[in-house]
């Protein structure tokens, strides 16, 4: 690619680019002198698991690898014991040390779905600021004022509420910004919720005779719902650890609209690609059921890969469309006594819900089937071997032990 191209393969999707001006000048340069961009990018392993809405931004980061770029996957093992107070009305419990190892972990097995763990260098930003010392925070500190600090709209909201902002997440912003001092990085990325935190990093770097970084951010991507932000908490979100069958189910569950944005934010197509996509669907040239297909199935393959994303869209078909049982349903085999059992014990047994009252619930709100047909409440077993379902994703193929 020529500079020109670059500059648009990197920007694409972006929401903050501060400067653009200068990435391209940091761009010419590196072609010029054959020394890679130094990409930072930060995540503090606040849980064990990863979904689609943060493999926008680690998407972003491959895009820098590909081009030869050097990436620095930064494990937040400090900050994380600090709390990032981005988005939080009140101070957010830290982590323990037990718990950011575990995550680390997974996070990086996680994370290496997508990027190329040989072209990526993974750092814990523990290695720098720990050692720091008391000495070097206070020195740190002072390179940055409260009234810089006050611009934030989370603590300036709490501030002006009356709401407690401990000091301590005042070091948060900072420990972030010594991490592009320290690694001398020539481009931070970040969600758009962290443009502040990416911005006090620009801010920080020539006190200490560095040249500033570049900030690029990108889009928080809605859940399957369309509304709110993909969370876990929300029970919106599509899991990088999913089974093929789930996260192709799931996929196939976003509306037509949001499908569009999934397309440019999860995919490596480019504009002009999903622009004569949607065309065709307007035109009816192609049914959107079938524009999401492809789409599940390009998301399916990427974390799986194209011979499970083929079985997941087939067995799809079969439930859906075909209302036949899944091709891949786990069989349970339940004793006598479990088979006699309530419709309530046989769906928590069966691993379709979490107790007695959620199993309650959902057989009120009638998303329990016994091979096909909706069940009640006292529903009681076939005299063979069933299928078991809880909504539209949960199913087993249930069976009497020794039969």
Not at 54 to 76: A, C, E, N, P, S
Not at 97 to 117: C, G, M, S, V
Not at 221 to 226: H, P, Q, V
Request: aromatic share 8%; proline share 5%; hydrophobic share 40%.
């Amino acid at each position: 690619m020529n500079i020109d191209e670059q500059v648009s393969f990197l920007t694409r999707g972006c929401v903050d680019v501060v400067r653009a001006a200068e990435l391209r000048s940091k761009l010419e340069r590196a072609q010029k002198t054959g020394r890679p961009l130094i990409v930072k990018v930060g995540f503090d392993p606040t849980a064990p698991d990863l979904h689609l809405g943060h493999t926008v931004l680690i998407r972003k980061m491959k895009h820098f690898q590909d081009l030869g770029h050097t990436v620095v996957y930064v494990v937040g093992a400090f900050t994380a014991l600090i709390g990032d107070p981005t988005g939080r009305s009140k101070t957010r419990p830290p982590l323990t040390l037990d718990e950011i190892a575990h995550n680390a972990e997974t996070y990086q097995t996680q994370i290496f779905k997508i990027l190329d763990p040989a072209k990526t260098i993974t750092r814990f930003n523990s290695e720098w600021l720990e050692p720091l010392g008391s000495f070097g925070w206070i020195k740190l500190a002072a390179k940055y004022n409260v009234a810089q600090m006050l611009e934030r709209r989370d603590f300036k909201t709490r501030y002006e509420a009356g709401k407690p902002i401990a000091v301590h997440e005042f070091l948060y912003p900072l420990a972030q910004a010594y991490d592009s001092v320290f690694l001398q990085a020539d481009v931070e990325l970040g969600g758009t919720d962290q443009l502040f935190n990416l911005n006090v990093g620009r801010d920080l770097m020539p006190a200490y005779d560095l040249e500033p970084q570049v900030v690029m951010t990108t889009p928080l991507l809605e859940g399957l719902d369309g509304v709110e932000k993909m969370s876990k908490s929300l029970s919106n979100y599509v899991g990088v650890t999913d089974t093929p069958g789930e996260m192709f189910g799931k996929l196939m569950s976003i509306s037509d609209e949001l499908m569009w944005k999934y397309y440019t934010l999860l995919t490596d197509l480019g504009p002009p690609e999903i622009e004569a996509l949607r065309q065709a669907v307007l035109s009816a040239g192609l049914h959107p059921k079938q524009a999401k297909i492809d789409l599940a199935t390009r998301i399916v393959t990427d974390f799986h890969d194209a011979a499970a994303a083929s079985l997941a869209a087939g067995d799809f078909d079969q439930r859906f469309s075909k209302k036949a049982p899944p091709l891949d349903a786990r069989v349970i085999e339940l004793s006598l006594e479990e088979w006699t059992s309530s419709l309530e014990k046989r769906l928590v047994r069966c691993g379709l819900a979490e107790s007695m009252s959620d199993a309650r619930r959902k057989i009120a709100q009638g998303g329990v089937r016994i091979n096909g047909e909706k069940a009640s409440l006292g529903a009681e077993a076939p005299a063979d071997e069933y299928l078991l379902q809880a909504g539209k994703l949960g199913v087993v193929r249930v069976r009497k032990a020794g039969s």
